[in-house]
Every structure is written in C-alpha cells, then in structure tokens.
C-alpha cells in the first residue's frame, strides 16, 4: 500500500464528509497526531485501522485503497 496515496484519500474522504480532524480523531478513537501523519503519509495504516476509519466514513476499504481508472482506461 502506498502510504501517501491512502493519506490523500482518506483526507479527502474526511473532508467530503465534513470532518474536521479533531472530530474525525475522536470518531476514529486515534490521537490527532496520528491522523495527522495518516493523512500526510508519513505513518502506515494496519488493516485494523483502515476498516475502522473506512466503517467511520461510510465507505469500503477498497475505495481508500483503490485508484480510480482514469477517462483513458487505465
């Protein structure tokens, strides 16, 4: 898994739902700090947090994880 690719997308997910990370933290149950790092990609995230956060947001593990396909087809 791409750390910085998840970061990003996990962020951008938070925001479309309107999280601040402070109130995604305490949703999650992760310090703020580490959501932090998560979403700058300097901290990986295990599979256990990553459904976690995933349940939170209202989405499945693999649109955190997946690319999209681009208008090209690849």
Known sequence: MDAARIGRRIK?????KG?????FAREVGLSITLIGNIERGTREVNNE???HIAAVL????E??????V?????
């Open 12 to 16: 951008a997910f938070r925001k479309l």
């Open 49 to 51: 947090i990553l459904v």
């Open 70 to 74: 681009n208008k090209n087809g690849y």
């Open 63 to 68: 649109e955190l994880i997946v690319d999209g």
């Open 58 to 61: 209202g989405i499945s593990e």
């Open 19 to 23: 999280y601040t990370q402070i109130d």
